[in-house]
């Protein structure tokens, strides 16, 4: 585990380093140089301390050992140019393993500052050889920095979704385990620390046996240095990672394994891919043929573990379809739905993990569905901790469904019924029950029954009982212009909805209004009161049956619909329009609507207040400009990665504000923090008292003059701290930056009033915000009471 003193070691270098290098990637590049660089060195310190000789820094590299490098009687200039000199020459050095060489391949220093690189060297200097299973974790914090490859549809796998496909798979010590599309061999990691974990007495021998056991495969150099690295860190002397394109190289086929776990890339080049003849789906999309060579290079007992995107669950293609087959058929026994944003900030795709166990597939005529709602953390770009999380509960029932298993005598009369739920999360499904349709859909709220809501007054009916649609063909527009200057607006699916307007006075819809649209992409609806003309032909436009229903009533309730199959983004207006609502007498339905839209009228005039209030000091130009130097002294935050929180009642902010609670804090009181790194660089907040600050934020630590701190804070945010971040592979903005800003500061007095100002104005936001809350939720009561 990831201690706190090793995390602040790197955290450390890289805020050294961000000053000169911003790109996360770079930073990381050259803390891996470093640290490579210094173990070299303490492994020919151990030999030398043992009676030996230097293995490493010997002949015409002994100049550029560790202790010349530091030699105190040498200048900063000489020793920026010895280091650079020696990381550009070690790719070349024939005393070190070909893995070192080739990690100083092309290694360079990317800046000319001998005391930036001192300061970076110094915070190196601090870890040995002796703490590199330590370092291995925190290097894999280092990597989680890296940006999404996101054009080869590779995203960094968070590291509990890993942990909880390994604790579900349960990699055994005598097995061998394959990641086809390793990155930076997260999984094959984690892998081993479960063994170690649950066999906690192996001898040194043993170890080295269980290390010959991993593999990984990727198409990528950069990701196999980085998985070199990452497994050598983990004390694997020579960690099997091969640069090997898994879709289109053969040399490797005939290797079986008992256990694969991976993330592969979710998307096929551009240029597509040629796959050899030998997998037994014939296809050309990456995902197809990921899975599809997982479930072929199984063990006959193997089992495997693989995320997939979610065209793999129901896509209609051929190639599909087969793989679904497939695995129904052989080797699939449980399908875990996962939340769609769990790689944001990267991507929003909606992901699923397919469990394979040849063995217990063989055993059983049904699939498992376990659905996860939250996964611990928010779903938005930050991924912030919240404190629901499905994947425990997930987990252990994965774990008890195996067993039973195991020791059931009868397996087909005694698991439970097709449709049955046995779980708050999962239910089972018959394999004949999915193959029934001939798709194979792997959906599991597909095959879930759904029971019909019972109401005491108003009968079900289905939308399609009072709801027209018609296809938008002739209302579609031909020119479009971003600018509001044209009166009629665009609409298009998706969720900007107004993509536009048009100058365009043919075909303008306006003679049947109001409408809703559908859009078929999204499953959103609109409500439309005004003429428009449409952009795309995915939307449809629907019309109440005025006799038996209210339009806008309509569309109330349609916003309170909960999907049966809500992993799909696209919901197509056939399957939706069978959905049933109740649908009381046209006279009450015009009841309600009077009432929700009294609520939305106080909900509108609230939001307009507290989305448009920003606190605004007027500046005298005749107060006092001084620079933020003379003002306080900052400090970055302190790490804490999510596994080290602890729930607590204690705030945890970063640079977006708060980000979750724990049970310690070391800020006493309230705090001025302005975002050091990210979406959020000089975004600035004042804590609450007892509270925690992360890495991701710079603290006040001291006020050098009498200030009033909300005054501060104000100014500061008028002042818009973001315009002198430095941007690279992600804005970031440091000490001295913040240091040379220029506020002004009126007399102390002259302060506290303002202050008091903005907080009487702030009260009344807040107020805002509450009759928000309040009037949304008896809109959503209303609407609910309609069902039982």
Known sequence: MLDAETKRKIDNCRDVLVGKIPDPKSQVEQITIALIYKFMDDMDQL??????????????????????????????????????????????????????????KNAYLPYRDPETLRLFLKEIRGFTYDHSEKLGDAFEYLLSVLSSQGDAGQFRTPRHIIDFIVEVIGPQINETVLDPACGTAGFLISAYKHILKNNPKLSTAQKKRLMNNFVGYDISYDMVRLSLVNMYLHRFPQPHIH?????????????????????????????????????????????????????????????????????????????YKALRKMLVENCL????????????PYSGVKTSILLMDKSLAKRIDKILFVKIENDGYDLGAQRRQIDKDDLPAALKFLNIYKSKI??????????????????????????????????????????????????????MVELGEVLDYEQPT????????????????????????????????NGIFKEKLPVIIFDDFTTASKFVDFPFKVKSSAMKILHADKKRANIKFLFHTMQRITFPINEHKR????????????????????????????????????????????????????????????????????GLTQKERAEGPYKVYGGNGVTGKHNEYFLENPTLIIGRVGEYCGAVHVTEPKSWVTDNALYVTAYLIEINQNYLACVLQQTDINKYAKVGGQPSISQSTVASIKVPLPSIDEQKRIAEEIESEQKIVNENKKLIEIFEKKISDTIASLWA
């Open 333 to 344: 026994w449980a399908v875990v739905s996962l939340p769609a944003g769990i790689f944001n």
């Open 474 to 505: 002739k209302y579609i527009v031909e020119s479009v212009d971003y600018d509001d200057k044209y009166a009629t607006p665009v609409l298009t699916a998706g969720k900007s909805f107004v993509l536009g307007y048009t100058d365009e006075t």
């Open 47 to 104: 030999s030398v301390d043992q009676g030996g000789k230097p293995s490493f820094f010997r002949g015409e590299f002994e100049k550029y050992s560790w202790s010349s490098i530091f030699d105190p009687h040498i200048s900063g200039f000489e020793l920026f140019n010895l280091y650079g000199e020696a990381i550009n020459k070690m790719e070349h050095n024939p005393n070190i393993p070909q893995l070192f060489r080739d990690i100083f």
């Open 243 to 319: 640069e090997y394109d898994t879709l289109t190289y053969e040399d490797r086929w005939q290797d079986t394994f008992d256990v694969i776990m991976a993330n592969p890339p979710f998307m096929t080049p551009k240029g597509g891919i040629r796959p050899h003849s030998r997998f037994s789906i014939p296809a050309k999309r990456s995902e197809v043929l990921f899975v599809d060579y997982i479930a072929e290079h199984l063990n006959p007992s193997g089992r495997a573990g693989v995320i997939v995107p979610e065209g793999i669950i129901f896509q209609s293609q051929n190639a």
């Open 571 to 638: 919901y197509w207006i056939s399957e939706y329009s069978k959905i049933k609502i109740p649908l009381p007498p046209l006279e009450v339905q015009e009841k309600i609507v009077a009432e929700i839209d009294g609520y939305q009228k106080i909900i509108d005039g609230a939001r307009q207040i507290v989305e448009n209030y920003k606190p605004t000091i007027k500046i005298n130009p005749a107060w006092p400009v001084v620079p933020l130097e003379k003002v306080f002294k900052l400090s970055s935050g302190k």
């Open 406 to 459: 195991g020791n059931l005598s009868n397996l087909k009369s005694e698991i439970l019924n097709p449709k049955s739920e046995i779980s708050p999360i999962a239910h089972a499904v018959l394999k004949s029950e999915i193959a029934k349709a001939g798709d194979y859909i792997l959906s599991g709220d597909r095959y879930k029954e759904v029971e019909s809501h019972k109401h005491q007054k108003w009968p």
